[in-house]
């Protein structure tokens, strides 16, 4: 085996043994018990424009194998703001991609987490946030609090491993629509897609 592959595999591995110790510690937070495949990753990462220049806000890095996918999309690492809340695995994220903006914080209450960038707009949402750990009242306020973030129409993306999205529809504020299924990641997970209707 070539000493490239054999690389590859011990990044794999060692990325794989950082999240499950994450998931020792808090098994609610991270969800499941696999980083995100590089499948779904570069599919969540599609829907970005990188041509709007605005920033991205992505939502539970976990290991950065999402925030990877950002960045090979085009969005520069300084366009990348991604709130996670297991401050234990900010130092290997921020040694990863240097010039992101990782910040330590609640997903559910970004008016703090993201201190200046609190009033910006951003370009799309990419979130692996584990949301059916969550009431279903604190998910659809994420929505709705995301969704005034981006000009209408933009999206979140939203990774969720049960066959219906984890945000019921609000048919007068915004809309729900399947993305994908992927069945290459371990478990199989599907995408959602939330946009805000233009006159909301
Ligand atoms: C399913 S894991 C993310 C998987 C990630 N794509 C990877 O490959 O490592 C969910 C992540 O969301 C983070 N998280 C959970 N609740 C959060 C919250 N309220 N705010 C920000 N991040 C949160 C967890 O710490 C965890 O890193």
Request: glycine fraction near 8%.
């Amino acid at each position: 085996m070539s000493g490239f592959k054999v690389e590859k595999i011990a990044e794999r591995f060692d990325e794989e043994i950082r999240f499950f110790k994450s998931w020792v510690e808090s098994p609610k937070a991270m969800g499941t018990i696999c980083p995100t495949g590089k499948v779904i990753a570069t599919r969540m990462a599609s829907v970005i424009n990188t041509g709007s220049g605005l920033p991205v806000l992505e939502l539970g890095p976990g290991t950065g194998a999402i925030t990877k996918a950002i960045l090979r999309h085009g969005v520069k690492p300084e366009n990348l703001y991604s709130v996670e809340y297991t401050a234990s695995l900010i130092p290997h994220l921020e040694a990863e991609h240097p010039g992101v903006n990782f910040i330590h914080g609640d997903a559910f209450d970004l008016q703090n987490a993201l201190g200046e960038m609190a009033a910006s707009r951003f370009d799309s949402v990419v979130s692996a946030l584990p949301l059916l750990n969550f009431p279903v009242g604190q998910r659809i306020a994420l929505v709705r609090d995301l969704l005034n973030r981006l000009p209408a129409g933009r999206p979140i993306v939203q990774l969720s491993y049960g066959p219906h999205s984890p945000v019921p529809p609000d048919w007068q504020t915004y809309t729900v629509e399947p993305l994908d299924w992927i069945f290459r990641n371990l478990p199989p997970a599907r995408l959602w897609i939330y946009r805000r209707i233009a006159t909301a």
